[in-house]
DNA sequence: GTGATTGCAAACTTTTTGCATCCGA
DNA sequence: TCGGATGCAAAAAGTTTGCAATCAC
């Protein structure tokens, strides 16, 4: 479940910040949306839901308030917009890494989440190798998905590539 | 040495398309700054010093041909501009994958690169549980550099995170 | 009450597009 | 010659910023 509510705004007052309403939206629909890869378009739309008077800077400011909080990842799946989505371990000990990857299909755009955590082995080696300390990675594989692998063979053209 | 300007010239007749200065010198800046990720301002201004009668438009009409036709990588650093490299295997019968990952610094924004083969695995285990075909990846860790690292310590910050 | 937060509009940045002109084949 | 390619300027799209009004504490 990442935050509650109540830890959120516990940790903004231990920040100095203060708990109001949009911030506390914004989270929610976050949240609400786990499975989902939300621009802050698709943040502002909902949220305006319940409180039609929100503006989008606010939903830029919250957007880059929680990720200094680590408490929202952030994606760029290079269609233009960057987006956000609520950490999915930001509970424990792990630092804000998160373990899960993004299948990117060139053919009907679908995002699938992949889970993983093959990459800490490589991140071993990149210490000792380079010196580099890694905090945190993003890794995105663009291809094909099933679907469109066998809606395409169905179709007769010859799976290229 | 990825492409030749000739294999170049070669690829753009055998797609019906036209061999233009612009192409060969957006093709030759690139390829003359491999280890650097160049922005569409970059290569323009570099561009303009042998033909400074050249488009910004034409830059990102170039980049995007050359992405098409497989002889440049296109990454994001999250600074706001796109950014493009050529290809380092382009040669050989690859099919356009790079294994080429980037540790990025938190601290002073360096952008280092990283060889690295290990996710073919990954690429084959993803195959076979989701049926998802892998083209390309995109692997990116943050951090912190071992230059930033010593530097703090330096300063005697302790090495948080 | 006071300073942080918000909404609005304007500004900014990067990238794309329309169109007349130009140029390679 | 002729259609693709270019340069320019305008448009588009996403994000940030300045500022007065508002709200949480």
């Not at 424990?92 to 009907?108: P, R, V």
């Amino acid at each position: 479940m990442s935050v509650s509510q109540e830890e959120f705004k516990e940790l903004l007052k231990k920040k100095g910040l203060k708990v109001t309403n949009q911030r506390l939206l914004v989270l929610e629909v976050l949240a609400g949306h786990r499975d989902r890869h939300m621009t802050a378009e698709d943040i502002y739309e909902l949220v305006k839901e319940d409180y039609p008077e929100i503006g989008l800077a606010t939903i830029y400011r919250t957007v880059q308030l929680l990720l200094e909080m680590q408490l929202v990842d952030r994606i760029n799946l290079d269609d233009g917009c960057v987006r956000y989505e609520i950490g999915q371990d930001t509970d424990g000990d792990m630092c804000g890494k998160h373990h899960h990857h993004h299948l990117i299909c060139n053919t009907c755009g679908k995002v699938l989440p992949f889970k993983d955590d093959l990459l800490e082995e490589l991140e071993r080696h990149i210490e000792e190798e380079t010196g580099f300390h890694v905090v945190n990675h993003e890794l995105k594989f663009y291809g094909q998905c099933q679907e469109c692998r066998e809606k395409e063979n169905k179709n007769g053209k010859h799976t290229e590539v």
